[in-house]
């Protein structure tokens, strides 16, 4: 069974930059797409970022030109960099595959506020 295991949330201010790891057990990872996806409280999930096992990626709308989503196919592990961010980015972020199908992990909260 694959776990998913994110880390690198945090408080900061507006403006600031977080970088955010997932790591993921199991085989599954290195063949399939993964994303990062956020959850605002009383709202359903929401995509943030995609990345395909080739390194395609892509973006939701508020984030692009903010956030970098990459992986280290060797290493089970996703990443997304996010830069110069608002009020708006506070939510738990949770990684899986994209579309997910894997049971969602504790995801790490992330808090921007001065």
């Known amino acids: 069974q694959v776990q998913l295991v994110e880390s690198g949330g945090g408080l900061v201010q507006p403006g600031g930059s977080l970088r955010l790891s997932c790591a993921a057990s199991?085989?599954?990872?290195?063949?399939?797409?993964m994303g990062w996806y956020r959850q605002y409280p009383g709202k359903q999930r929401e995509l943030v970022a995609g990345i395909t096992r080739y390194g395609s990626t892509k973006y939701g709308d508020s984030v692009k030109g903010r956030f970098t989503i990459s992986r280290d196919n060797a290493k089970s592990t996703v990443y997304l960099q996010m830069n110069s961010l608002k009020p708006e980015d506070t939510a738990v972020y949770y990684c899986?595959?994209?579309?997910?199908?894997?049971?969602w992990g504790q995801g790490t909260q992330v808090t921007v506020s001065s």
């Open positions: 899986n595959l994209e579309p997910p199908r894997l049971g």
């Open positions: 199991g085989s599954i990872f290195s063949a399939n797409p």
